[in-house]
């Protein structure tokens, strides 16, 4: 299994838990708020409530960012876990694997592609010639396939 990088990793949980240290400092505050009463409360639990909303849906972004993305390989299918979909591709459907900044790329043989977000080669590999741990994912990737299979970077 191939995942976001360890540095990648480390600053999504750490996002996470920055967020959620707000979270609870928000209820705090908004207990405060609610006790005070008045005009004055009603405008600040409105924007307290709303401040909730939106690093709730930041510490989710970071989860679901730095997290989720994964590569799995098995026996007869590669597994692309990203953000916000999965997707199984057999091995004997896929034409094409390359390595590029949005990630890895593969190419089916019906014309259809998918990226995995999990590995990505920097542009800057690419224009030095350097080889990154996103070639080392598609080597690996690509020993698993049929014979006979066409590949490009």
Known sequence: MWRVGRA???AAALGSVAFAGLLAWIAVMMTNVIARGGSAALVGVLVLTVL????GAAAVR???LGVRPAITL??????VR????AHHLRLTDI????????????????GTTTVAWAVQRSTLARLL???TRA???VEQLRQALPAGRYFHR
């Open 8 to 10: 990648g990793r480390v």
């Open 62 to 64: 970071c989860w679901l």
């Open 135 to 137: 070639d080392l994912v």
């Open 52 to 55: 909730t909303l939106l690093l």
């Open 82 to 85: 990203n953000p916000f979909s």
């Open 95 to 110: 034409a094409t694997i390359s390595a590029t900044p949005g990630g890895i790329r593969f190419l089916r043989t019906d």
């Open 129 to 131: 010639g350097r080889r």
């Open 74 to 79: 098995t026996h007869d299918q590669v597994i």
